[in-house]
């Protein structure tokens, strides 16, 4: 039977210039869409699961061209919500070398920022669903929209629905201390907790140990601790680490870690020349939601996931358009990047 995934989160307007190109040089913008809930969505549905994502988006013709996007993919976008009057935007300057990338949001306002509980049905929406998935970003937009999110879970868990959320703290959105005490509340119904060597410091003060990121220098050892404490304060059943070694804004090495409870798995790691690393992340919780739903088990769970998001940064946008046999592929060892004929 094929599984149903709902993910609900904020759909944005991307405004990047060409290339590498500053902020202050650019007489052009490339306009794309994305968001970390819709990001995963898009991975889902282009694995085959039926995925739907659900937000608030004006009817206006920016809002239908963001639907469209979603669309295109395949993504059940007739849970959507549609009113307010304005779509989020980011701006992205993409990082090379030595300088980061830079993002600069003009969201306040949005759609979705000015949602009401009543904007959701959720027997409705989670009619059928067998996983729904949000993140950090979301409930940063307000507390508004940190209480949809409550009901929304409460509403999952009551009807035995899996729930994973990825932490994704975002300084420019709220402080730690907001993070720690809305996320506290939001993770006790929580099954599938997914997380990167900073998230679970800023939201919750779990950090690992020997570890210097701004350096470089990851032992991954010390983030076994970091799954431990998390699963054993929040009550996970499972947690999952993306795992980033950042040579520079334009190489990095790429791993991750899946705890169960019991048992550890590491992925193998993968020096990624990137194109684009926005979206990496969501990708990496697309493919754990994938493997998990098919049932694999721990260590062919997190290559999957790792592989996925490695190939995600090698792609401009943020959504990751790849397929299950292009993520076996590299999961399975190849990644010489041949050309195929």
Not at 63 to 92: E, W
Not at 116 to 122: A, E, H, N, P, S
Not at 295 to 313: H, P, T
Request: hydrophobic share 40%.
């Amino acid at each position: 039977m094929r599984k149903r995934v709902i993910t609900f989160g904020e759909l944005m307007l991307r405004l990047a210039p060409p290339g590498y190109d500053r902020f202050v040089q650019t007489e052009s913008y490339l306009a794309t869409f994305g968001g970390g809930e819709a990001n995963v969505a898009v991975s889902l549905a282009n694995y085959g699961v039926d995925a739907a994502f659900v937000t608030k988006l004006p009817k206006h013709e920016i809002g239908q061209a963001a639907v469209n996007s979603m669309r295109r993919f395949g993504v059940d976008t007739s849970l959507i919500v549609r009113g307010g009057d304005r779509v989020g935007i980011y701006f992205l300057e993409k990082g090379a070398s030595q300088r980061p990338s830079k993002v600069i949001y003009d969201r306040a306002g949005s759609a979705i920022a000015l949602a009401k509980q009543g904007d959701f049905d959720w027997d409705s929406i989670f009619a059928e669903a067998d996983w729904f998935h949000f993140t950090g970003i979301t409930p940063a937009l307000g507390k508004n929209v940190a209480d949809i999110c409550l009901e929304a879970c409460k509403a999952a868990k009551e009807r035995g629905i899996t729930v994973s959320c990825d932490l994704n703290y975002r300084a420019k959105l709220w402080t730690r201390e907001e993070a720690g005490k809305t996320m506290t509340e939001l993770v006790r119904y929580v099954d599938v907790c997914i997380s990167n060597e900073e998230d679970a410091k800023d939201v919750f003060g779990i950090e690992a140990d020997k570890t210097d990121i701004t350096g470089g220098k990851l032992d991954y050892e010390s983030y076994k601790s970091v799954a431990q404490k998390l699963a054993a304060e929040y009550g996970f059943s499972k947690v999952a680490m993306t795992l980033r070694t950042s040579i520079s804004a334009s190489d990095n090495g790429w791993a991750g870690l899946l705890y169960d409870g019991r048992e550890f798995a590491f992925s193998k790691e993968y020096p990624i020349h990137i194109v684009d690393r926005v979206g990496g992340g969501d990708s990496f919780g697309g493919g754990l939601i994938y493997a998990c739903l098919q049932g694999y088990d721990l260590e062919r769970s997190i290559e999957f996931a790792v592989a996925a998001s490695c190939l995600k940064q090698t792609i401009e946008g943020d959504y990751n358009m790849v397929s299950v046999e292009e993520v076996e592929k590299l999961a399975g060892g190849d990644g010489s990047g041949r050309v195929q004929r």
